[in-house]
């Protein structure tokens, strides 16, 4: 009889265990993750990925929401941009929670990982406990907003359409800012985006006349003020 209830608890635990899947780069990042996650009995890792491409893999063959109940994602992932797999994500598994992962601050991603459909955002230096409890609220279907990416949320919403800093470039604007800024040349973000060098070159202008930047150089200290806040 002990036996038998041991096997429904047992039974009982796995069906509610919160199935994730994280989506790094970065080989000591998803080992760290993973044993955050490990010291939490309801929360068991099923699944992980290195890049854009292998996350989308990895989702499809689980069947999505069927086999998954989270995913955690790096916003700066190789190959398919981490911002472009959420999109993908949310096109194809709408119902599959998404939580964005990032060293950069809240005010630089948040506003844009949540208008995007992601069910929060948190910093990869944050507290286990945090991460914990950001994993099992976007898991059981809420959202999860730290104080600042609330505050990023406000700040956007009383600008309205006159946005400043990075939020008003438009998603792919972003995307090669985020490369001009880390160094890559026009050609290497052509290859990397999958965009003639021509058409990355009008993204450059259109990202200088926004930013005010009359130069690569300028665009990466102005890049470094919005990183830091000042």
Avoid: W
């Avoid at 899947?21 to 760290?32: Q, S």
Wanted: include cysteine; aromatic fraction near 4%.
């Amino acid at each position: 009889m002990n036996s038998q209830y041991s096997e429904a608890s047992r039974f009982d635990l796995l069906a509610d265990t919160i199935r994730v899947l994280i989506g790094d780069d970065h080989r000591i990042v998803r080992e760290g993750l993973r044993q955050i996650l490990a010291d939490a009995p309801d929360v068991s890792v099923v699944a992980e990925a290195q890049s854009g491409e292998e996350v989308l893999a990895q989702v499809r063959a689980l069947g999505g929401n069927e086999g998954l109940d989270l995913v955690l994602l790096d916003v700066a992932m190789p190959g398919i941009d981490g911002l472009d797999v959420l999109q993908r994500l949310r096109k194809e598994h709408p119902h599959l929670p998404v939580l964005m992962l990032s060293t950069y601050p809240e005010k630089q991603y948040a506003v844009r990982c949540i208008r995007l459909g992601a069910c929060g955002y948190l910093n990869k230096s944050a507290d286990p406990d945090d991460m914990l409890l950001a994993v099992r609220k976007c898991a059981g279907g809420g959202r999860y907003l730290t104080p600042a990416t609330a505050e990023a949320l406000a700040a956007a919403v009383g600008s309205g359409t006159a946005q400043a800093g990075p939020e008003s470039l438009s998603h792919r604007e972003h995307q090669v800012y985020r490369l001009l800024t880390q160094g890559l040349t026009v050609s290497e973000i052509g290859a990397r985006l999958g965009l003639a060098s021509n058409t990355v070159s009008t993204y450059r202008a259109r990202i200088l006349e926004k930013t005010g930047a009359k130069n690569d150089v300028e665009l990466a200290l102005y890049a470094e003020r919005h990183r830091s806040g000042a």
